[in-house]
């Protein structure tokens, strides 16, 4: 079983910075490309950044600048930092993760964590 975990949401005020960590646990081998999306209250969910498993990252154009996504392969980690946060990036963050599990390749994703940004 493979869990994708997210972590690091919370209530911050504009201008503020979070990191969100999206963690994979399980029987995996390793994680290939992940990437972040966010689902504000009435809208679609979009894709805000993503990672390669070589570290080629791409970031969207409403948040280029004040996002910055890594990874820690030795952990199973992928880090999203937000800094100079606004309240249009009030959102449910979720991570989506292609996993390896032993020589099956997955797709996976985690439950969500909740940003809020006060204005």
């Known amino acids: 079983q493979v869990q994708l975990v997210e972590s690091g949401g919370g209530l911050v005020q504009a201008g503020g910075s979070l990191r969100l960590s999206c963690a994979a646990s399980?029987?995996?081998?390793?994680?290939?490309?992940v990437d972040w999306y966010r689902q504000a209250p009435g809208k679609q969910r979009e894709l805000v950044a993503g990672i390669t498993r070589g570290g080629s990252t791409n970031t969207a154009d409403s948040v280029k600048g004040r996002f910055t996504i890594s990874r820690d392969n030795a952990k199973n980690t992928v880090y999203l930092q937000m800094n100079s946060l606004k309240p249009e990036d009030t959102a449910v963050y979720y991570c989506?993760?292609?996993?390896?599990?032993?020589?099956?390749?997955?797709?996976?994703w985690g439950q969500g964590t909740q940003v809020t940004v006060s204005s």
């Open positions: 399980g029987n995996i081998f390793s994680m290939n490309g």
């Open positions: 989506n993760a292609d996993v390896w599990v032993g020589a099956r390749l997955s797709n996976y």
